[in-house]
């Protein structure tokens, strides 16, 4: 298989030194992926072997097949730390059990239920941002805290006390470094065994952070069991089985009262913070970028603009999730961001039993590394792919690429569960910012999307923080009258 010099036991060690000390990661997986592009390429050490997978394909083969949803250590692991054992890095029985008990969490019916909340929490984002006005401003962190609100009111159906708000706080002020930290140490051969790594300030950074955020989400779901164990007790006819509606905290906690479900009081908790740090960052990270190129496309921003004044045309009108469904110019400008800029450029799977992928033998133990940012971006499957074009994604040119070439929330079995509500939070943070202020450009120099600096954190980021310059739009409009 063709992939850069490999030795004995160190494997193709220069590469690995390359990714762990060259600052931009994603540039070094593509300086190691580019000779051979588009075949199956290999990096290698300690005698296990890591193929990197390019073609449309090759990822429909691997990600339609039941056998290869096992998550390597490798990336997986280091996220422990924060995410546990939940649905996002566990594998085999227990994470096929947890996953069919989340999934119903994120039914349409139960997200019906969420409009509001969402409307009310992306509000105050408003004043956040007008303090603001006039700079360059990465709306990110500012975001971050407001999905974190979102999650705690929607997925825990919880309040949020003083004690919440100030955890939250803290979180959202640490998460970028931990995301670093954990990026860190993946790349890092070096800092793989638990021994070396237990020793580092990172470690010490990412117990700190584990320790916070286990605080915030047991008193959460203490509140909520004891809310729920409560009702039950009031009411001899209470229904506490009618999973339809239910929040992703109310169903796990009900069920398991009711004997209906098979995981403990501890799997719930670690599920729920799975799903806390599962869903807090990657809404933003979406939705920053987005305004970042709709600062440099104001034929877009005007489109994307008259769209919302159409659907919420009234200040105090109540959001509904069809409000949300009728933004279909919205859909096609957040798909073509995930497309040149997708919140995973590469995901990992195990192999458990050997296998072929183009003829070529792929022995159990070898990770599989899918390049999703590579079929995004390559002219074999999306043409002018560096022209940021929402239209590409018109229903009527659904047949033009590969439906294996655009995976922003993977697919098939280890798919993103939390997909649907992803999509609301992405959506509310754009009508609530964009009603508000018209994005114009920041003064970096940068003019098109396709000079966009993106390096990879475990999840892919925009160097320097995506900056835009946000006007109100009343004084926007005086001014151009
Ligand atoms: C724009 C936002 C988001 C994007 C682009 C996104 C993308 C993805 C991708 C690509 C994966 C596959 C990861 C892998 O195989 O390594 C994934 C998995 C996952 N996502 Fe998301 N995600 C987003 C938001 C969310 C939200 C809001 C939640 C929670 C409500 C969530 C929960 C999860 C979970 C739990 C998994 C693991 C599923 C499993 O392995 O069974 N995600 N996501």
Redesign the pocket.
Known sequence: MAGPVSMPVIGTVFQWYALATQKNCLQTMQAIIEPHWPQLSRLSLLNRLYVIVNDADHLEKVLRDRDLTT?PWFF?GPLKGVLKD???TNNGST?EAH?TAITPA?HRQVLEGYAEILKEESLKITNDISNFIGTDLDCREIMTRCTSLI?VRT?FSSSIDKEDQTDVDELVEEIDRIVTNINQRSVNPLLWPDWIYERTQMYQKEIEFGGKATKLIERIVHRKTTEINQRATWSQTAKLGCKDKKSLLDMLVERKLMGELDMTAEDILIEAT??FG??IH??P??ATFILKVLSLRPDIQERVYAEICNVFHEEQKEWSYDDLSRLQYMDRVINEA?RMF???PF??REVKKDMEIDNKHIPAGTVLMLN?MGVHRSARYHKNPLHFDPDRFLPERAGDFHPYSF????SG???????P??WM??KTLLVTTLRAFEIFPAADGVTDPSQFEVNMDLMINYVGGAKVRLVPRKASLAARE
């Open positions: 998550k997986y939940g649905i996002f994470w996953r994120f999650s997925m799975t799903m599962s869903a990657t809404p990270l979406t995930l997708p919140v995973a995901i990992l999703l995976l922003p929330f993977s079995p280890r798919n993103c569960v939390g997909q509500l992803a939070m992405v």
